[in-house]
């Protein structure tokens, strides 16, 4: 029972932690799972890839929200989408077979420095507006897509860290990039899920209860928790200071990052 109260905790975190940053729960959901997994006596052949293929799955249900409170604004761009989903589908599931052949501990390392360098642009860069650039042409936006795609699959999130900097180079405006960022993580999210469900299909030491890399019970209570204290977050993010939050978060994924950064190569 109370593996189930870590999962709650967990995905209210994460869904506070979304609404509050402005981000997905990838970043926040992947490192409590492997905290959460390892505590629970999980393999630890595949704690990592179960977290990644877990987080993919909740990021789906909070994709949709995101997205639909965006597109009533008018701030989703679908025809830049539309260019972007297929290489955001064939990179995420490129991901999954890719983080499938690499080791856990390695792959924790691997996450561990992708937070790291996020929390550094969080806390040292912004992301600058190029409005009035034409948009850079089909072939680029689908090659976008598929690198993001692929980078997200293996770190568990959504692409929003990557996608919303992607845009703004683009030449969208910064509520147009947040918005669009937010519909490109659906297909991130269903592929990466669906690739990490299938490539885990035959691993033999997974705990009940899971299909594949996807465990079922931790996506229910955590996807349930996420989208019910997302609203929280966004409440508090109009009360609190813009830079205060941003730096908060960078701060944040420091010590996560960094913890997953030395459990992957053995020094805790």
């Keep these: ?68 409170a965006h597109n009533k604004r008018g701030g989703v761009r679908w025809e830049v989408w539309k260019k972007m989903a297929l290489g955001l589908v064939v990179g995420s599931l490129v991901g999954a ?34 409005l009035g650039k034409p948009l850079p042409s089909a072939g680029v936006q689908f090659g976008a897509g598929t690198g993001i795609g692929m980078a997200s699959s293996i770190f568990g ?19 147009q990039s947040v918005g669009t960022s937010a519909a490109c993580g659906l297909p991130i999210a269903l ?12 691993v ?3 705990p009940e209860g899971t299909i594949g890399f996807v465990h079922i019970t931790g996506f229910l209570c955590i996807s349930v928790a996420s989208f019910a204290m997302a609203k929280v977050g966004a409440k508090l993010a109009h009360v609190l200071p ?9 701060v944040l994924l420091v010590f996560a990052g960094g913890q997953l950064l030395l459990s992957g190569i053995g020094v805790i």
Excluded at 15 to 34: D, E, K, Q, R
Excluded at 40 to 62: K, N
Excluded at 191 to 202: I, K, S, V
């Design 157 to 175: 999130i959504g692409g929003g860290s990557l996608t919303v900097p992607f845009l703004n180079w683009a030449g969208l405006p910064m509520k």
């Design 97 to 130: 077979g890719v983080a499938d052949m690499i080791d856990g501990k390695v792959l924790q390392a691997i996450i561990g420095i992708g937070a790291l360098l996020v929390a550094i642009k969080m806390l040292f860069f912004s992301n600058k507006e190029q």
């Design 1 to 68: 029972m109370m593996l189930y109260v870590w999962f709650v905790i967990a995905g209210a975190f994460a869904g506070v932690s979304a609404g509050l940053f402005g981000v997905g729960g990838g970043m926040i959901i992947v490192p409590a799972l492997v905290w959460i997994f390892t505590a629970y006596d999980f393999s630890p052949e595949v704690v990592t890839h179960l977290a990644i293929g877990t987080s993919l799955a909740t990021i789906v249900v909070t994709s949709i929200s995101s997205l639909t």
């Design 204 to 206: 033999v030491n997974l």
């Design 242 to 250: 813009a830079l205060m939050l941003k730096r908060a978060f960078g």
């Design 191 to 202: 592929a990466g899920a669906a690739g990490f469900a299938w490539f885990g299909q035959d």
